[in-house]
């Protein structure tokens, strides 16, 4: 059974710091792209980054880059979101979402049940 087990979210203030963790376990791992999907209150989904199965290339949604750092540590089933310089407008629930290839490209089979962030003063 595929599990995807966020941690690390909270309160932070504008500014502040986070890093996201999410445990992968039921699947190999390092087969995988991987993804982070947040949702704000009362809005859609938003795609945040993907990272490939090995790690090799990343992307990222525009307002992000060079605030928020995706990573992954394969002998570790772990992803990662390292986020700096948070923003009111970066609170939303967020999502580890497992894709169905090696890929970013591949679709989002399986999600986490996401961990709540707050940024807030």
């Known amino acids: 059974e595929v599990q995807l087990v966020e941690s690390g979210g909270g309160l932070v203030q504008p500014g502040g710091s986070l890093r996201l963790s999410c445990a992968a376990s039921?699947?190999?791992?390092?087969?995988?792209?991987m993804s982070w999907v947040r949702q704000a209150p009362g809005k859609g989904l938003e795609w945040v980054s993907s990272i490939t199965w090995n790690g090799g290339s990343t992307d990222y949604v525009e307002s992000m880059k060079g605030r928020f750092t995706i990573s992954r540590d394969n002998a570790k089933n772990t992803l990662y979101l390292q986020m700096n310089s948070l923003k009111s407008e970066d609170t939303a629930v967020y999502y580890c979402?497992?894709?169905?290839?090696?890929?970013?490209?591949?679709?989002?089979?399986?999600w986490g049940k996401g961990t709540l962030v707050i940024v807030s003063s």
């Open positions: 039921g699947f190999r791992f390092d087969d995988y792209a």
């Open positions: 979402v497992k894709r169905s290839g090696y890929y970013s490209y591949f679709g989002m089979d399986y």
